[in-house]
């Protein structure tokens, strides 16, 4: 899958030589082209040597209630087999969170598992359960290349392609109507690298329908859910590289296609899925492509929010200080944008996160991306995320907790 390939940037494995070529920069050494892993260790190095605080009065309230102090939401991703067979984790996405995102248990192949037959049982059970708590709900997606099941590879073809896409949102979107928050309609649609001009990923979905299955992703999902806010989400448009630089540029022109077309898009979803470690980060050029997106009219939410700390030191304070400046430089941007009006990570505790598997340290030390510990104990990323809660500005009136109804 395309996640594995993405996260699998070098290891850090800094020698003695690298580092002190890193260490060199006034010493005459600069004079030797500083590879990539060795520059990334020299950063890792220079990052834990300055440690930041993240002291808080108090580790009470909770993210939920610290954001919504602000007029922010706080939520995660997670799964109904997690809340139905560990209480106790159940128990800290109460603590935690105002809203639930699905993060398996609406994808095409778990729902859509044959060409006539849904099954809902898992998100009918996640949509019961943050019904009961009173928590919002948010689905994950209407359109992905990534989760496609087997049977639609041989069932869909340019002519069925239309109807396939558009039966399952009518059907899907068509259950939850007036239960979700927001709906992730249209996923990871832009990928520079395929080499289009407008940017558009090469995906089935292209393929079979041409550049305008986006368009008819969203329409559908506005008739059927009319107060639902739609969003657009993607990856790789957080730091100062090339590959993000493209997709920003590429995702702001879709965008201004789709509001002339009068498509019903009200939000943009950034997944920042954020690397420990990486310093390619550009406050003021991400801050004024935030301020474009939004002088669009386009809501804007942190959906998939972690950070990985594959390249970190297994050092736990030295990785745990990285992680959490990497949250707080990025939530100190994002949160100074009005438009912004959800944060969710994608996971709560350490305990369940996708990077267990998709980037696996090398020294088989458990990861440590998220906001809690395996033990569901609060910790620095926790505090860094509070912290930036608590610094955030009020939100106005217009209450970030409704969908569509109200944006603009
Ligand atoms: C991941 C899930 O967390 C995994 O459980 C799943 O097997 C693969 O996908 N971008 C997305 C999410 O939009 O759906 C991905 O989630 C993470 C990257």
């Keep these: ?40 260790g020299y950063q890792i190095n220079r990052l834990a040597s300055q440690p930041r605080s993240f002291a808080l009065s108090s580790l009470e309230p909770s993210l939920a209630e610290r954001a919504a102090a602000k007029g922010l939401i706080y939520g995660a991703a997670t799964q109904h087999h997690l809340l139905a067979n560990d209480p106790e984790f159940a128990e800290a996405v109460l603590r935690e969170c105002q809203m639930l995102v699905t993060e398996n248990d609406l994808q095409w192949n778990q729902v859509h ?50 109807q396939i ?32 001009a407008d940017g558009l990923r090469q995906t089935p979905w292209l393929e079979l329908i041409g550049t305008d299955y986006i368009e008819l992703a969203f329409r559908t ?26 997709k920003r540029m590429a995702l702001l022109r879709l965008l201004e296609r789709l509001k002339q077309r009068d498509v019903p898009i009200q939000a943009i979803g950034m ?63 994002l949160l100074e944008q009005p438009a912004v009006i959800a944060v969710l990570t994608w996971g709560l505790s350490d305990r369940y996160s996708w990077l267990a598997e998709f980037a696996p340290r090398s020294d088989s030390a458990a990861v440590r991306p998220l906001p809690l510990d395996q033990h569901l104990q609060r910790k620095l990323a926790w505090q860094a995320i509070a912290q930036a809660f608590d610094q955030a500005p009020v939100r106005t009136k217009q209450s970030a907790t409704s969908g569509a109804a109200t944006s603009p």
């Design 1 to 40: 899958m395309s996640q594995s390939s993405r996260l699998a940037e070098p290891m850090v494995r800094l020698t003695r030589r690298q580092f002190l070529w890193g260490m060199g920069g006034g010493m005459g050494a600069a004079a030797v082209p500083l590879s990539r892993t060795a520059y990334h």
């Design 113 to 162: 598992p044959d060409p006539e037959r849904f099954d809902f049982a898992a998100a009918d059970g996640l949509a019961e359960f943050a019904q009961m708590h009173q928590l919002l709900l948010r689905g994950h997606n209407l359109v992905w290349h990534n989760s496609l099941p087997d049977w639609f590879k041989t069932t869909a073809t340019p002519q069925t392609a239309r």
């Design 165 to 196: 896409l558009v039966n399952h949102i009518q059907t899907v979107v068509g259950r939850y109507a007036g239960r979700m928050h927001s709906w992730d309609v249209v996923n990871e649609a832009l990928l520079p690298a395929d080499g289009r």
């Design 221 to 246: 999902a506005a008739e059927a859910d009319p107060a639902a806010l739609l969003v657009y989400n993607d990856f790789e448009l957080d730091y100062d590289r090339p590959q993000d630089q493209a």
């Design 271 to 333: 997944q920042a899925h954020l690397w420990g470690g990486e310093t390619r980060f550009n406050a003021a050029k991400l801050s004024s492509w935030l301020e474009q997106v939004a002088s669009l009219g386009l809501k804007i939410l942190v959906t998939e929010l972690d950070v990985t700390d594959q390249p970190l030191p297994q050092d736990l304070a030295i990785r745990d200080q990285i992680v959490a400046g990497a949250y707080a430089d990025y939530l100190a941007v």
